[in-house]
């Protein structure tokens, strides 16, 4: 399976991407986890990418790239699940290409859907740095501008499709594993 989580800051993407990547061995590549891990290590890439994560906003196409670029050459496992990419249309279509040139195509893309109160509720528990109250504000906005587009794009490809994202963790995986079909 390749596939992408698609969905709103705090509505669960990563937790459902791991609890499905470890259930069928494909890899959970997350761009979130990856710039975190890189802030904390305190590498070039990270010490370019803190500012923009600190404030909500997407960091730049080019560090992205880069990073999912080395995933997709380095997959040893037999599928993959995207979390947290592609954040934008210049994104989208580069992973397109990415794929296009590896011999092979996205399969699915999971719309994980809940209301703003419940996200904010998780991400209210979550603590993590960028979960400032003004933070979350930018965040939701730049996923309504730019992220959000993508539901149309994948739409066209006749790969979207919508999971309800409310409930508990293990209600949703089942919903989701229904969804692709792999349950
Ligand atoms: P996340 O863990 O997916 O919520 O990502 C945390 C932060 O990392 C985001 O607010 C962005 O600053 C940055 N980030 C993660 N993924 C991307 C991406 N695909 N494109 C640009 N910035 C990203």
Redesign the pocket.
């Known amino acids: 399976m390749k596939m992408v989580f698609l969905g709103a ?1 705090g509505v669960g ?2 937790t459902q991407a791991q609890l499905l990547s470890e259930k069928h061995g494909w890899r959970h590549i ?4 990856l ?2 891990a890189a802030v904390t290590a305190e590498t070039p890439l990270g010490l370019k ?1 803190k500012a ?10 080019d ?2 790239l880069g990073l ?1 670029d080395e995933a997709l050459e380095n997959l040893t496992e037999p599928g993959f699940v995207l ?6 249309l210049s ?1 989208a279509e580069a992973l397109d290409a990415m794929l296009t040139a590896r011999g092979t195509s996205l399969e699915r893309v999971v719309l994980l859907k809940a209301d703003r109160e419940e996200v904010l509720r998780r991400l209210a528990g979550r603590g ?1 740095s ?1 979960d400032m109250p003004e ?1 979350i504000q930018h ?1 939701f906005d ?1 996923y309504e501008q730019t992220t959000k587009p993508l539901i149309g794009y994948y739409e066209k490809q006749g790969v979207l499709t919508r999971v309800d994202g409310v409930g508990g963790i293990d209600d949703i995986h089942q919903r989701i594993q229904s969804a692709l079909g792999v349950a």
Do not use: C
């Open positions: 800051p993407k990563g997350s761009t979130g986890e710039l975190r990418a923009a994560m600190d404030s909500g906003d997407l960091v730049a196409d560090i992205i999912i979390d947290g990419f592609p954040r934008n994104q993590r960028d933070t965040r730049v």
